[in-house]
């Protein structure tokens, strides 16, 4: 039997593939779950039990949470990226990096052929094919959901005859989640005019006292909260905690698929949207107005490059350098106020911080510059200007 490696994540179209690719095509089918922190111990058990009982030659859990964001995570932050500034890349940024891992999990066993599960409408499959034909170019790839042009509906009329048992009500939903935000996709968001119902996003509004929090950030990264200290990956982990049960972070986005179409999907995501509006609040008081600029452009470019796949291209590490460099005065504490459906950013306070005193109060006075040198400065940065509309005055 031909082994073929699956990626693997537990929900409908992923079981679909493991059943169809084992009993139709007659693959040895060793299934994969990259995890990128989406996941409790009891999900992940849940999970094993029901590959197991699809008849698959072997489940593999690999935890690449701490790798996601070193690689990946901590540069979206550095960027402040949003796409469409609105979409922290829940699911994008997790794709590059579970298609990498998997890609090296391929050529570890051997295998000549890997499988993923997406279908032929979105962006996943692009970035999955992408990766693949980077890092193992002759490897066959079986997308068995995108080559039957399957709906979810038939997915689950061939799994209740094969007597498969999972929740096929939640499985109305395409729900995907990780460390960075989890993507709810449904029958609403195929339509341009109705949102989500309040039971299918994942996380349920149990907080109504509202409630302030600070937040320590070291270079560009989230290193403590309310004064204690996490590690990164733990700190993103404890802000979810505390903000997603206000409803915070949820929203649905709306973009330019890679393939060309308008894409809609709802998205949850309380911490990374906290973290980086935080986070861009501290730069505003820490970097100059020059190197806001150029950091704004090369960060719209890498959300965007990632977003389509192209996390391979070397560009992307020359990006990545400038954007580390960019925050080595990015230190300092931004306060919250969390409150049901929505937070707002108080103030910051770091010794980095522009707006010193010491240099003048805006508005008021200064202490760096005299009245006649802002007479002189007004009157040759105006210059041109003025010597344009005087040579170009029209004839009376």
């Not at 982990?237 to 972070?249: D, R, S």
């Not at 806001?292 to 590490?317: C, T």
């Not at 990006?319 to 990015?330: C, I, K, P, R």
Request: proline content about 3%; aromatic content about 10%; glycine content about 8%.
């Amino acid at each position: 039997m031909k082994k073929v490696v699956l990626a693997y994540s537990g929900g409908l179209d992923t079981t679909y593939c493991a059943l169809y690719l084992s009993k139709e095509l007659g693959y040895e089918v060793h299934a994969v779950l990259i995890n990128t922190g989406g996941f409790e111990k009891e999900e992940l058990e849940t999970i094993e039990n029901r590959a197991h009982s699809l008849g698959i030659a072997s489940f593999q859990i690999l935890d690449v949470t701490k790798t996601y964001y070193q690689e990946v995570l901590k540069f979206l932050v550095f960027g402040n990226v949003l796409k469409n500034q609105t979409y922290p890349l829940s699911v994008s940024a997790e794709r590059i990096l579970q298609a990498k891992t998997l890609a090296e999990y391929v050529k570890k066993i051997g295998a000549k052929s890997v499988a993923h599960g997406s279908t032929g409408a979105g962006n996943d499959q692009v970035r999955f094919d992408m990766i693949f034909q980077t890092i193992i170019p002759d490897i066959e790839i079986i997308t068995p959901i995108r080559d039957l042009k399957l709906s979810r509906e038939q997915e689950i009329d061939y799994l209740k005859a094969h007597g498969v048992s999972m929740n096929f009500e939640k499985a109305a939903y395409s729900i995907n989640k990780g460390i960075w935000g989890t993507s709810v996709g449904g029958k609403e968001t195929l339509t341009s005019s109705q949102t989500l119902p309040e039971s299918a996003w994942p996380t349920q509004i149990t907080k109504h006292d509202s409630e302030s929090i600070t937040l320590g950030f070291e270079k560009g990264e989230l290193v403590s909260i309310n004064d204690e200290h996490y590690e990164p990956v733990q700190a993103i982990q404890k802000l979810q905690e505390i903000a997603a049960p206000y409803g915070i972070g949820r929203d649905i986005h709306v973009g330019d698929t890679i393939i060309g179409i308008k894409g809609r999907v709802g998205f949850e995501a309380a911490a990374p949207i906290i973290i980086i509006k935080a986070h861009q609040l501290l730069e505003k008081h820490t970097l100059t107005k020059w190197q806001s600029y150029w950091k704004n452009q090369i960060a719209e470019f890498y959300g965007n490059h990632l977003h389509e796949g192209h996390y391979l291209d070397p560009v992307m590490r020359n990006l990545e350098a400038f954007l580390t460099d960019s925050q080595s005065q990015v230190s300092g504490n931004v306060t919250v106020a969390l409150h049901p459906y929505r937070f707002q950013l108080i103030g910051i306070e770091s010794k980095h911080d522009l707006m010193a005193s010491k240099f003048g109060s805006y508005g008021e006075m200064n202490k760096g510059y005299t009245a006649d040198d802002v007479k002189g400065f007004t009157r040759i940065l105006g210059n041109q200007t003025a010597i344009f509309h005087q040579v170009n005055q029209p004839e009376s």
